[in-house]
């Protein structure tokens, strides 16, 4: 009995050897992974470009919360550049219209 128990101890030993030996290639990856993090620059992956939506008459008025008057006044006098599609429809850039907003806000805290 005492030899298998030997047998057994010297058995896990070895496993235990082999299992440190697997450790320390592992923490020397570990490092070598680490250096090279440092080492290298992180690229952020480019962002598609959305493209820009576009309003119709009834959108805009509602972002502006204004009216057919008032909306026909800004596009005439050159405040808001309309888009035309066709003989009857126009459309608004979104990032246009959000810029006039900001312009707007920025002229009213002055």
């Known amino acids: 009995m005492e030899t298998v128990v030997k047998l057994a ?16 290639e592992q923490q020397k990856r570990i490092s070598e992974l680490e250096r ?47 888009i035309r599609i066709n003989e009857r429809s126009v459309r608004f850039s979104r990032s246009a219209i959000m810029e006039y907003i900001r312009r707007k806000q920025g002229a009213s805290t002055l």
């Open 36 to 82: 090279n993090k440092s080492r290298n620059e992180v690229v952020e992956p480019e962002t598609p470009k959305i493209e820009d939506e576009l309003l119709n008459n009834e959108q805009v008025k509602s972002i502006l919360k204004i009216g057919k008057n008032s909306l026909i006044r800004l596009v005439r006098e050159g405040v808001l550049v309309a």
């Open 9 to 24: 101890i010297e058995r896990m030993s070895e496993e235990i050897e082999r299992l440190k030996q697997i450790v320390g």
